[in-house]
């Protein structure tokens, strides 16, 4: 166990220095708090992310951390997943592709006692990462160009301990609690081809330090000796973040090089903070004898009500930083997968390996000019492959790929092929050896 636990830490600290890059190329990432993470695990992502009805004891599901309670007793469960992507950006007759990887997760859940299971782990929230230019001319005699070179990077992650319980058959309730961590820095750098013409940098930044709580709840009905049905329903509590945002405007003198900068951080001497929404999720989950589940997610995050940082001029044109609300509109997202597992304990492979697949459609979150921002449609299929040996016959080597789309109407469209893999232990540590 002493092994285990150590190869569990050193995967921690592996997965949270690879955390800390960022896992998107999406000119998109630079609005809001960045490209919001599917946060699924591997078996989830074999079906497009769906999971709030999922309430099985062999994959630790934080989704929905009611699913904890069930959690065997007999088994520790220790999952980690990696990802790398090929993204194309189309805009107009221009194309452009992009390669990124990351370390996506890493969790573990066990049974603590009786009905009650208990997960830990390290999960994304938001990713930003992006860098491109535009350039155009200014209209003068000079024919002077100008260029605005776009960059940033970060992300905010969580470091979650939740809990599941099931008070009474069929019903559970959970709460995953996090720490929520990550900052973020966005420039914008306008430059011009006269040699005589300053430089204005603007520089957003934010670094936050702060708390996430996530309920959960499952009803599972039984409808027949092989059929039943769960229903999954989720809340994420929405707050004030912290982060401190602020934005420096720099003047350089190409000249010269010398610089003058002026910070905005706060509004009425009062420090800004960032937000996040209120979240609501319901799902159902049909499971047919364990070899066939079919199921469907909604999910809503209430942006519209959140504010965000945004330069702008008072009424006497003086340049002003606040919190402003009117950037964000509420987020929908809908879910559908299935998975199917001829028979578990065949002695044919494949009747072994589960076959999942799923498609999901979202709406944006933020504003782009006073447009929506794009919507996303996307479809997966994936394998959970057994994976057998003299030690162990419960672990599963979780495969999967996704098509990610992110279109809207005036704006780059990001087609995103994505690879991924997780692989999750599942060892009896618990049990107890009899001898005779």
């Known amino acids: ?23 998107t190329n999406s000119p998109y990432s630079q609005f809001g708090l960045g490209v919001l993470s599917e946060q699924s695990s591997g078996f989830n992502r074999g079906m497009n992310g769906l999971g709030l009805g999922f309430h099985e004891g062999n994959q630790v599901n934080y989704l929905n951390p009611a699913s904890y309670s069930n959690i065997d007793s007999l088994s520790f469960i220790f999952d980690a997943g990696i990802s790398g992507q090929i993204s194309n950006f189309k805009e107009g007759n221009k194309k452009l592709n992009a390669n990124n990887s990351s370390f996506e997760y890493v969790v573990a859940g066990f049974r603590a006692f009786k009905h009650f299971g208990v997960s830990f782990g390290l999960i994304p929230y938001t990713n930003i990462g992006y860098s491109y230019s535009v350039t155009e001319k200014v209209n003068d005699a000079n024919n002077t160009l100008s260029t605005s070179t776009y960059d940033g990077n970060g992300g905010l992650h969580q470091v979650y301990l939740g809990m599941g319980w099931e008070p009474f058959d069929g019903f559970a309730i959970g709460v995953n609690g996090s720490y929520l961590y990550g900052n973020y820095t966005k420039t914008l750098l306008n430059s011009y081809s006269d040699a005589f013409a300053n430089t204005l ?133 809908i879910t559908i997968g299935t998975e199917i597992c001829p028979k578990r304990n065949s002695r044919n492979f494949a009747k072994r390996v589960h076959y999942r697949a799923g498609i999901s459609y979202a709406t944006p979150y933020y504003y782009i000019n006073k447009q929506d921002g794009p919507k996303e449609i996307s479809a997966s299929i994936g394998f959970g492959i057994p994976i057998i040996n003299g030690y162990n016959n419960r672990s599963i080597l979780n495969i999967s790929a996704q098509w990610v789309q992110q279109s809207t109407k005036n704006f780059i469209t990001d087609n995103t092929f994505r690879i991924n893999i997780g692989l999750t232990f599942n060892e009896r540590w618990f049990a107890k050896w009899k001898v005779e």
Do not use: C
């Not at 166990?1 to 896992?23: C, D, E, P």
């Open 201 to 333: 940098t603007k520089r957003y930044s934010a670094d936050v330090r702060n708390y996430k709580v996530d309920f959960g709840l499952q009803y599972t009905a039984r409808l027949s000796a092989k059929n039943q049905i769960t229903l999954g329903l989720t809340y994420g509590m929405g707050h004030k973040i912290g982060g401190s945002p602020k934005m420096e405007l720099v003047s350089t003198n190409v000249q010269t090089q010398v610089a003058d900068t002026t910070t905005y951080e706060s509004a009425d001497g009062n420090k800004l903070q960032l937000e996040i929404p209120n979240t609501f999720g319901a799902g159902l989950m049909f499971n047919h004898n364990n070899s066939l589940k079919i199921g469907i997610d909604y999910n809503l995050q209430k942006w519209a009500s959140v504010a965000s940082p945004t330069y702008g001029t008072s009424a006497n044109d003086k340049p002003t930083y606040m919190m402003q609300k009117g950037a964000y509109k509420d987020r929908h997202k």
């Open 1 to 23: 166990m002493n092994r285990y636990i150590a190869g569990a830490f050193l995967m921690a600290l592996a997965t949270q220095g690879a955390v800390a890059q960022s896992g």
